[in-house]
């Protein structure tokens, strides 16, 4: 294949490693008149299609990717794919360790690869933007739980149900003690693993007794108390790049990011509103000392 002809069926390919357990890679790609031919992956494939669509044969059986629908191929399991249309299709894939999910399921995905759930859909789209930004692991890995709960509510038999919640931790103490971590690893950080063996909690559990705790999931009450220290360090004088580094932001692109969300304005601006305070409080905190 010519460059030219190969840039005329390959539009756009992005991918990355991201430093989040459970996740190989992060693919995106828009194919135009390419086919590829069949192949297998060491990793579950998780697939979700923006545009256009796909028809694949797995295990010998024909399948296609409907809009909105979200795929889930087994590793080890022989697959190919080509566009339906001309205008091809972008999809967008994350390569899951085959431990991500138990082996057991292997067969019930082969059966029903293409899944339509809206909400799962959304939680596909969520983790993806998600590991776009380095910094954001904590978000990244309690999403991916999500996802991986429901991929086994899809897959697992019918007859088979949760375990009781009374053999769970009880959901109050759990998520304090998951708060009580979090306070004392908020510039540090915690990955979801780390923290649901420190507890002796599973972690979509842990996820969920904390938020239903709380009101706030876990990665947005690290994000929370991470910008309220960056807020004083800056009205100290601390520069944004120094900040950044100091409370556990990735880097200064990373603070901005969750700061502008949380406080409206990005942190240099917000650095600079500590020369306009008013007079009075000025005085009056000279008057005090």
């Known amino acids: 294949m010519s460059p030219r002809t190969e840039g005329r069926q390959i539009r756009d390919v992005t991918a990355w490693h991201p ?5 190989v890679e992060v693919f995106h790609a828009h194919y135009t008149e390419y086919a590829y031919p069949m192949h297998v992956h060491d990793a579950w494939t998780l697939l979700v ?11 010998r059986h024909e399948h296609g990717t409907p809009h909105g629908t979200v795929t889930l191929l087994p590793p080890h399991v022989p697959h190919n794919g080509e566009p339906v249309t001309e205008d091809g299709f972008r999809k967008r894939v994350l390569y899951l360790e085959a431990g991500a999910l138990d082996a057991s399921l292997i067969g019930a995905a082969v059966d029903e690869p293409d899944l ?3 909400l799962l ?9 998600v590991l ?9 890995e309690s999403r991916l739980v999500l996802v991986r709960e429901r991929l086994r509510h899809h897959l697992r038999p019918r007859s088979v149900h949760e375990p009781h919640s ?3 931790p009880d959901g109050l103490p759990l998520a304090r003690r998951l708060r009580e971590l979090l306070d004392e690893r908020t510039a540090q950080g915690v990955t979801l693993g780390e923290a649901a063996a420190l507890v002796h909690a599973h972690p979509a559990h842990l996820v969920r007794a904390f938020s239903t705790a709380f009101g706030i999931a876990p990665h947005q009450y690290v994000m929370s108390r991470r910008v309220e220290r960056a807020r004083r360090l800056l009205l100290d004088g601390q520069p944004p790049s120094e900040v950044a580094a100091l409370t556990g932001f990735y880097d200064q692109a990373h603070l901005t990011r969750h700061f502008k969300r949380l ?4 942190p240099g601006r917000y650095a600079r509103t500590r020369s306009r305070a008013p007079s009075h409080q000025v005085q009056g905190s000279r008057r005090l000392i």
């Not at 430093?19 to 996740?23: E, F, H, K, Y």
């Not at 299609?49 to 295990?59: C, E, H, K, T």
């Not at 859909?121 to 933007?129: C, M, Y």
């Open 19 to 23: 430093r989040v357990p459970g996740v």
């Open 49 to 59: 299609v923006d545009d256009g669509a796909v028809r694949y044969d797995l295990d």
């Open 116 to 118: 339509r759930d809206p």
């Open 121 to 129: 859909r959304l939680r596909v789209g969520q983790l993806h933007a």
């Open 132 to 140: 776009a930004h380095p910094g954001d692991e904590l978000e990244a």
């Open 166 to 168: 009374a053999g769970r």
């Open 263 to 266: 406080v409206g304005i990005p």
